[in-house]
């Protein structure tokens, strides 16, 4: 089985929401796809996608959402928990002998884990809602090596309002590019009425709906004060330097008012370049 296939084997661990209903919403399965179950979801020609693990949540993670390779064949999983501070977690997944996942829980106790990456000083790091830390997940206690390389992001929290997930990337130059995600879902208040400033500009964009650049200042630290590398962006929920330099952006853009009409994008970031929202 070629890496391809295997991480796309491995997303499906990403889009099953565990809990103690999942025996209601497992995915059904036919076939065989490079050694796992194969489920129904619809791939390229030449490929297939396999389920590698679903579960309850007690031995493994409860809402999974990023995805790092690891030495030895082994995979670091982000583990949101559930939808309040607190409860998120990193796990290690290896896999013995016969094949059967075998989860180690690392860390715990986070605020809704996301992105998973390797910095350009080749440490692992992480993003919280409200913070980019480091762990060591070889360490014989890895929890004991977590440490915050950036504080203070905003602490936009789903009950005060709808997106409080962070991403990143690293630049090639190793700057951390952040996502910081809009407070509203179209800069309207619980009215409908406009969230505007003494401009008529959306009062949210001033500091959120915005990837933020923070300098990177070598050995494994960056700059706490950012600068705005893009703007307009209700959620860039997924963020991707390809080989190039490009950095690719999957924005959460508003929410549906018809199924047909999907107003997600995917956009090339330019640095000062605004992307429309709200």
């Known amino acids: 089985m070629n890496t391809v296939r295997l991480l796309a084997l491995l997303a499906l661990l990403l889009a099953a929401p565990v809990s103690a209903s999942a025996a209601q919403g497992a995915y059904a399965t036919q076939g065989d796809c490079g050694g796992r179950p194969m489920t129904g979801v619809r791939m390229a020609p030449g490929y297939c996608l396999g389920l590698v693990w679903q579960g309850s949540g007690a031995e493994g993670p409860r809402m999974p959402r990023g995805l790092l390779a690891l030495s030895g064949g082994d995979w670091l999983v982000t583990d949101l928990g559930n939808w309040y501070p607190g409860n998120g977690a990193i796990w290690r997944l290896s896999f013995g002998a016969d094949g059967a996942p075998r989860w180690r829980r690392l860390a715990q106790g986070l605020n809704m884990p996301h992105t998973a990456a390797r910095g350009p000083d080749g440490r692992l790091y992480v993003s919280e809602m409200n913070r980019i830390l480091t762990l060591d997940p070889d360490a014989a206690d890895p ?111 508003v929410d549906l008012t018809t199924p047909d009409h999907p107003y997600d994008e995917i956009n090339v970031l330019r640095e000062g370049g605004h992307y429309g929202w709200p």
């Open 143 to 253: 929890a004991a090596t977590v440490r915050t390389v950036i504080g203070d992001l905003p602490d936009n929290r789903l009950h005060a309002n709808r997106h409080p997930l962070s991403s990143f990337v690293f630049d090639g130059n190793g700057d951390l590019l952040v996502n910081v995600g809009a407070p509203s879902d179209r800069c309207v208040d619980a009215r409908g009425r406009a969230r505007t400033d003494a401009s008529g500009a959306c009062a949210d964009s001033a500091a959120t709906a915005q990837v933020r650049r923070h300098a990177y200042l070598g050995n494994g630290r960056w700059a706490e004060d950012s600068t705005v590398f893009a703007s307009g962006l209700r959620n860039s929920i997924a963020l991707v330097r390809h080989p190039s330099g490009t950095i690719l952006q999957g924005e959460n853009s």
